[in-house]
């Protein structure tokens, strides 16, 4: 059960590394997906891309795990309320390039707010 514990958290952690990595490579293109509302501009990209990294770091090697899918649900919950929906009244984007997106980010906001149970619930257990 360990190994697949251990593969559970890298399949879940490698991608927001991966995509972490890219706010910093490609900061013009998460630039211009900013709502114009949203302040920062670079600055915002950046923190977000750290925030991603530190997360699946901190998942992967089991250490504030909790936090860090805390940090995760609620940056994904920004996500799909500033980035998404928005784009969903935008006559120039596509529906079906806004809706995968969001749909990904719903169900990676499920599977955070999962492990954050799952937190939990060994806490529970073990004072018991």
Partial sequence: MKNVSLIGRILFALPFAVLGLNHYFMVDYYTGML??????????????????IAAAVFIIIKRFVKEATLALAVLLC???????????FDAQIELQQVLM??????????????IISMCDGNKKTKNA
């Fill in 78 to 88: 920004l996500y799909i309320l500033t980035i998404h929906i928005p784009h969903l």
């Fill in 35 to 52: 709502s114009s509302f949203i302040p920062g501009g670079v600055y915002t990209v950046f923190l977000t891309g750290f925030i991603m």
């Fill in 101 to 114: 997106p969001m749909f990904k980010d719903i169900s990676l906001l499920g599977g955070s707010l999962l």
